[in-house]
């Protein structure tokens, strides 16, 4: 790899290390309390990386940037984005009801549950 490459990969894992951070911040919210610097200190790290990609994304030539500043003016790309969640919120519906169907009604295990889906 050249350095070329080496310079577009740097905003990448900073996104990558910042949605990691964010998941792992609300989901150790339960078990670790809201309040506790487990949660807080991730999620705060999370979201100034978050800032910091988008910053260093309009800072970069367009041709080089992961996701390009034009993208966000595209004609209807809110109606896009919408369309494109809806198999993703469909699948999270189905997992949700057929878990709690076998769970439930058929009174299987967790793991038997899972290897079902």
Known sequence: ???????????SLTLIVALILFIFAITSGSAGGWASAMVLVPLVISISMV???FHWETRIP???AAIPPRTWSYNNFSVLFTVALFPYFWLTTLFLIFITL???IFHGSVISSVIHM
């Open 62 to 64: 367009v041709e080089q």
């Open 51 to 53: 800032i910091a990609f």
């Open 102 to 104: 076998w769970q439930n």
């Open 1 to 11: 790899m050249n350095v070329k490459s080496y310079s577009s990969l740097h905003p």
